[in-house]
Nanobody, 127 residues
């Protein structure tokens, strides 16, 4: 059984930065594809970023150039560094794991393709 736990959310002013962490356990983390999604009130969950076991990355157009994703296999952790934050980045951020891995890159963007999820961490961007 794979367990996913996010941390690092909070309140930040527009233009500020925040780093989210996600620890995934229950198997060989170095073989996992990992993803970040977010869901704002009244909206559907949307793709933010993903990183493959081989460190390939993908980003949503709305965050490209502002967010980066990285992983530390020794710590079984994936990070989402968020810079130049905007009020529209306010959402609950979820981490997802594909431990097999089975997802090809084109499937990363679909939330229903990921099998394991964390509980979410709130990010609020407001002055």
């Amino acid at each position: 059984q794979v367990t996913v736990v996010e941390s690092g959310g909070g309140l930040v002013q527009p233009g500020g930065s925040l780093r989210l962490s996600c620890v995934a356990s229950g198997g060989t983390f170095s073989r996992y594809n990992m993803g970040w999604f977010r869901q704002a009130p009244g909206k559907e969950r949307e793709f933010v970023a993903a990183i493959s076991w081989s460190r390939g990355t993908a980003f949503a157009d709305s965050v490209r150039g502002r967010f980066t994703i990285s992983r530390d296999n020794a710590k079984s952790t994936v990070y989402l560094q968020m810079n130049s934050l905007k009020p529209e980045d306010t959402a609950v951020y979820y981490c997802a794991a594909d431990p097999a891995p089975v997802l090809i890159r084109s499937a990363w963007y679909e939330s229903d393709r990921w099998d394991y999820w964390g509980q979410g961490t709130q990010v609020t961007v407001s002055s």
